[in-house]
């Protein structure tokens, strides 16, 4: 409940600032990713970040290779298409000639919100550095007049396309932040899409083997505690539930393996990591989204892996110190 109240505090400052024509849209898209993390809401999170990030440097790919793991391949596929057209119809805009008339229609703004702001910046500058004719004579005032006059046609029109485009995306977060304040109001915590995820991933763990049941179930209880110790036990089932997952999906052997991406592991029986790895590979075969995902889970590990000695130190600093205290 805590963290609902934060979040919530971050949602109505943002809707607060989003009647602020001084507050930019990208600030929005910060605080709607902010929110969307908070609340582990993929789902959202996905197309903030394409605002965000835009194509630029492969972009939006680098995004889909990132969100592919955290969907089933039908919801990943089907996200990623309605997801693509909304951005690309939020960027439609037509290419002009110098006298303003339309050359291209419907063409495509591929950037993020930071240069479409710019965008708008760099035009407003430009109707600053139109010729000033204030003391010419009154032949050259009316051929530049009518020049500036042109500029500014030009300009009026490039600058309302470019906004646009902003408040076609500040509508969309907007919306967003109306949304998730409502759900936060209605105590709906989490996205939905989480738990609806974590309960499929349960379910299938248990159909592989029974034990996954009672490690989940400890998880959760541990977990609800909120306890060090309790946490630290946690650390502990999270473990256990890799390990039991490595064993159904690649069981131990004993020598050196030599992995589809180019690395030899050792895939004992302590080596859940490496043989989870192995068999993502194998699967997967050498793709930029399998490797993301491989490190994912390599990172997860290690925090896992840190976490738990550190609350293994801080266990055993209290017992020694309750010891020192009870002798």
Same mark, same amino acid.
């Given at each position: 409940?805590?963290?609902?109240?934060?979040?919530?505090?971050?949602?109505?400052?943002?809707?607060?600032?989003? +009647?602020?024509?001084?507050?930019?849209?990208? *600030?929005?898209?910060?605080?709607?990713?902010?929110?969307?993390?908070? $609340?582990?809401?993929?789902?959202?999170?996905?197309?903030?970040?394409?605002?965000?990030? =835009? *194509?630029? @440097?492969? +972009?939006?790919? @680098?995004?889909?290779?990132?969100?592919?793991?955290?969907?089933?391949? *039908?919801?990943?596929?089907?996200?990623g298409k309605d997801y693509l057209m909304k951005w690309i119809n939020e960027r439609l805009i037509n290419e002009l000639d110098a006298n303003g008339e339309v050359i291209k229609k419907d063409q495509v703004y591929p950037y993020c919100i930071y240069d479409i702001e710019e965008r708008i910046r760099s035009i407003d500058m430009q109707f600053g550095s139109l010729i000033n004719t204030k003391g010419m004579h009154t032949l050259d005032v009316y051929y530049i007049e009518q020049q500036n006059a042109r500029n500014r046609a030009f300009l009026n029109l490039q600058r309302e396309q470019y906004r646009n485009i902003?408040?076609?995306? $500040?509508? $969309?977060?907007? /919306?967003?932040?109306?949304?998730?304040?409502?759900?936060?109001?209605? =105590?709906?915590?989490?996205?939905?899409?989480?738990?609806?995820?974590?309960?499929?991933?349960?379910? @299938?763990?248990?159909?592989?083997?029974?034990?996954?049941?009672?490690?989940?179930?400890?998880?959760?209880?541990?977990? *609800?505690?909120?306890?060090?110790?309790?946490?630290?036990?946690?650390?502990?089932?999270?473990?256990?539930?890799?390990?039991?997952?490595?064993?159904?999906?690649?069981?131990?052997?004993?020598?050196?393996t030599l992995c589809s991406d180019g690395k030899k592991r050792m895939l004992t029986n302590d080596r859940y990591l490496n043989r989870i790895s192995y068999i993502l590979f194998e699967r997967g075969g050498l793709h930029t989204h399998t490797e993301i995902l491989n490190q994912n889970i390599e990172d997860l590990v290690k925090r896992i892996?840190? @976490?738990? /000695?550190?609350?293994?130190?801080?266990?055993?600093e209290r017992y020694l110190k309750w010891k020192q205290t009870s002798v």
């Open positions: 409940m805590v963290v609902n109240d934060y979040i919530l505090k971050i949602v109505q400052s943002a809707l607060s600032n989003a +009647g602020s024509s001084d507050y930019p849209t990208s *600030s929005l898209l910060k605080d709607a990713q902010r929110v969307a993390n908070l $609340r582990r809401d993929y789902v959202n999170l996905w197309w903030i970040l394409q605002e965000l990030q =835009g *194509s630029h @440097k492969n +972009g939006l790919q @680098k995004i889909d290779c990132e969100m592919k793991g955290k969907f089933v391949y *039908s919801e990943y596929e089907s996200m902003d408040h076609r995306i $500040r509508d $969309r977060v907007t /919306n967003y932040l109306v949304d998730s304040e409502m759900q936060l109001i209605q =105590g709906d915590s989490p996205s939905r899409y989480f738990e609806d995820n974590k309960k499929w991933v349960e379910e @299938k763990l248990a159909s592989y083997d029974v034990a996954f049941v009672d490690y989940l179930n400890a998880l959760n209880s541990h977990l *609800s505690k909120e306890t060090d110790v309790d946490n630290e036990e946690a650390l502990l089932d999270i473990r256990k539930i890799l390990w039991c997952y490595a064993n159904h999906i690649c069981p131990p052997r004993e020598e050196v892996e840190k @976490k738990t /000695n550190w609350l293994a130190k801080v266990s055993m």
